[in-house]
């Protein structure tokens, strides 16, 4: 049985411990909160001897826990991943997993003395059924000519910034925005399908406080170009496609993942759509807990450092991409 502590209590933190109840082999038995209230609020819904905390060294000191999944806001998941690597606690980190490159090379060498301790960025979407097929045709399309891919999701807390807040999902400081948030689905994309491209820019529409709200990425590879088109100031229902020589493979939605389809170069269509579970972290959960059982085996190791090679690279990505359109935000200073 893995026992499993949490750093946030959001819906996302809820849909985690619930995907960890269909897949089996969990049990919670520690949350962090700085609203001690909130925390045990949170452990009542679920069974089980639940421990709340409100003080970060005490839960990774006394909490009764092997893996903490991370959901902090963004800007914290550096420092409380490394905490918790430091404290021997097996880590799953909501993507972005790091603010900047700077931060992610401090944990691959955190890990690397750290041998016995597995680390995952927690890119949901990068193990479900549907991305693996849509990564199989991929490979037999004997020609690329490009893509677009598409992921614009109005946020709930827009409405809340228009008023005159400042939501973390929205915020520099935290190391928020559209690209982060969002962009991070279509970047595993095409890190994972493509590659590494060769250049990438981003233009972005800033708010107010210059975060962004929504933009267009352009990674250019050696030979085509993948277009970016993503936000959270806004909602799309435009599907994505990658094109080939005269064949086209189309994705409902980039980061959804819902429906594949293969059209050929005589025009008829091949459903490649796999089954799916209703949580949609039930196959990231899957993946990583049959890891974590087995953490003596070389494969499985092997598999998390795969993972990991490919974080380190969206990570990357994501840097320049916010370089390119002089985005900064206040973790970038830090290592400075």
């Given at each position: ?276 579970a209703e949580n949609p972290m039930v196959a990231e959960v899957k993946n990583f807990t049959a890891v974590l059982q087995r953490p003596e085996s070389l494969s499985n190791k092997q598999l998390m450092e795969d993972w990991l090679a490919v974080a380190v690279q969206v990570n990357r990505v994501l840097y320049s991409l916010r ?14």
């Amino acid at each position: 049985m893995l026992k499993l502590g949490v750093i946030g209590t959001g819906w996302i933190t809820k849909q985690f411990v619930e995907a960890t109840q269909e897949v089996g082999g969990w049990q919670l038995t520690s949350v962090f909160s700085r609203n001690l209230e909130r925390a045990s609020a949170f452990a009542a819904d679920f069974a089980g001897e639940i421990k709340g905390y409100r003080d970060l060294d005490t839960f990774f000191a006394e909490g009764d826990f092997d893996v903490v999944y991370i959901a902090s806001p963004n800007s914290l998941h550096f420092a409380q991943a490394r905490q918790a690597i430091l404290a021997d606690k097996h880590v799953i980190v909501e993507k972005p997993a790091c603010s900047n490159p700077n931060e992610m090379k401090v944990l691959i060498r955190l890990l690397r003395r750290k041998h016995h301790i597995f680390y995952f960025e927690a890119a949901r979407h990068f193990h479900e059924p549907n991305f693996k097929a849509a990564e199989r045709q991929l490979r037999k399309m004997k020609t690329l000519q490009g893509a677009t891919l598409t992921y614009l999701k109005y946020s709930s807390r827009f409405d809340d910034f228009l008023a005159g807040s400042e939501p973390n999902v929205f915020s520099l400081d935290f190391s928020g925005g559209a690209l982060q948030d969002l962009g991070v689905y279509l970047v595993y994309d095409a890190v994972s399908w493509f590659g590494m491209p060769q250049k990438a820019m981003y233009f972005p529409h800033k708010l107010r406080n210059g975060i962004d709200g929504k933009g267009v990425a352009i990674l250019q590879y050696a030979d085509f170009e993948v277009t970016l088109n993503l936000g959270k100031t806004a909602t799309s229902y435009l599907p994505s496609e990658i094109y080939g020589a005269r064949d086209t493979l189309w994705l409902d939605n980039a980061a959804e993942l819902k429906k594949v389809t293969y059209f050929a170069a005589d025009g008829s269509k091949t459903d490649l759509t796999q089954k799916t579970a209703e949580n949609p972290m039930v196959a990231e959960v899957k993946n990583f807990t049959a890891v974590l059982q087995r953490p003596e085996s070389l494969s499985n190791k092997q598999l998390m450092e795969d993972w990991l090679a490919v974080a380190v690279q969206v990570n990357r990505v994501l840097y320049s991409l916010r370089q390119s359109a002089q985005l900064q935000f206040r973790a970038d200073f830090e290592f400075r």
